[in-house]
């Protein structure tokens, strides 16, 4: 086929194209996806049954707004990352800085308690299951946030992917904490990223697969 | 900046609201840049060269909602371009271990004639090669002359999946008939 033939065909009957698509296909990935994990986490964990108590605590805000902060940070990396030509420039420390807050604000917690209870900060009373609960109520939004970049044009498909990844687990994150009944910064900065790191690591390992177009 | 932008932008912008005059002289425009663009990055293979663009002209159709006026036009151009080259080299470099240097001698029977009743049963068998999402598209855009959007509607395909269906259906059609023995 001739270009020009190719062209000619290409450009009958095109249809106008509504201006910040790639930001509308993401935020459609997150109000289906983050509905679907509350609903999982609903369904299968329940809230902690303290939460009317617990609102009034400041550290269980801090264990909300970490995620929330990092979920917001993504968001914003994975549109960049979307669109070819456009640099992550410095917004990937939106994701680095609230790790590192945490990663601070957890040493200061271990270093300031004895040492006999330092070891109780860190794991609580459920370090076994928090970063598999997390990345698997990150499920439906690692899936909804893959199927949108799909129809997007990432030219860095691994990070891409991890990205995608980060924003689901920072997702599944923000919902389990309403189940979750740890309070202390070790065990939000050690098991609440490993949770989040595991989808993150799915989605650098799919992406070059899922993600090529 | 790039002398083509300017231009090469507003013409999109235009198409983007629908305009398909303007996205017609935009794809055209955009053929002849990323032909020079490409040209310089691949002379070793100038037959490479018209085919990426045509993949790469391709690709930035489909991906045109990707582009934001708030981002240079070439930088976005550009990076798809690079994408789709690094994209055939690769696949090049896994072909090539493959490739048996018989070309030559094969060509030399290649061009005998044909009866015309064996070439019409070869394209019917050639065309059922090829699969529904890039058979359809050329049996009613190609053959039974209907309209691109006709075909859309009958085949339940969208616009754009039959125009890519054709482009590379018939590509297909040509790598299969240069091989057949």
């Known amino acids: ?213 | 900046m790039n002398p083509a932008e300017p231009v090469l932008r507003s013409l999109l912008m235009r198409g983007l609201e629908g305009d398909g005059a303007a996205y017609h002289a935009f794809l055209r425009q955009l053929g002849a840049h990323l032909r020079a663009y490409l040209g310089r990055r691949l002379f070793g293979w100038p037959d490479d060269v018209e085919d990426l663009v045509q993949e790469c002209l391709i690709a930035m159709h489909n991906q045109r909602h990707t582009y934001q006026p708030d981002q240079p036009f070439t930088a976005w151009a550009h990076a798809i371009a690079r994408y789709k080259m690094i994209d055939l080299l690769r696949t090049r470099s896994g072909r090539e271990a493959l490739h048996e240097p018989l070309d030559d001698e094969m060509a030399l029977f290649a061009d005998s004639a044909v009866e015309a009743s064996d070439a019409r049963r070869d394209l019917g068998g050639l065309l059922d090669s090829l699969p529904d999402r890039q058979r359809l598209p050329i049996v009613h855009v190609k053959l039974e002359g209907l309209s691109v959007a006709e075909t859309a509607q009958r085949t339940g395909m969208s616009v754009s999946a039959v125009k890519i269906g054709i482009h590379r259906g018939l590509k297909a059609l040509a790598l299969r008939i240069k091989e057949a023995p």
């Open chain 1, 1 to 213: 086929m001739r270009t020009d033939d190719l062209v000619a065909m290409l450009a009958t009957g095109i249809e106008p194209v509504r201006p910040h698509a790639t930001r509308h296909r993401l935020a459609r990935a997150l109000l289906v996806g983050a509905p679907l994990s509350l609903l999982a986490m609903l369904v299968g964990f329940g809230l902690r049954h303290d939460l009317a108590q617990v609102v009034a605590l400041p550290m269980f805000w801090v264990k909300l707004l970490f995620p929330i902060s990092i979920a917001a940070a993504s968001f914003l990396v994975v549109q960049r990352l979307a669109r070819p030509g456009v640099r992550i420039g410095a917004s990937w420390l939106g994701l680095a800085v609230p790790v590192a807050c945490m990663g601070a604000l957890a040493g200061l917690a271990w270093f300031d308690a004895p040492v006999e209870a330092r070891l109780p900060l860190l794991l609580g009373a459920t370090w076994r299951s928090c970063a598999a609960s997390i990345a698997l109520l990150a499920l439906p939004m690692f899936v909804a946030a893959l199927l949108a970049l799909r129809g997007l044009a990432p030219t860095r498909p691994a990070v891409a992917g991890a990205m995608a990844g980060a924003w689901a687990g920072a997702t599944g994150a923000t919902v389990y904490a309403l189940h979750c009944p740890e309070l202390t910064a070790p065990f939000l900065a050690v098991w609440y990223v490993a949770g989040m790191a595991l989808p993150a690591l799915a989605g650098a390992l799919l992406g070059p697969r899922l993600l090529r177009w």
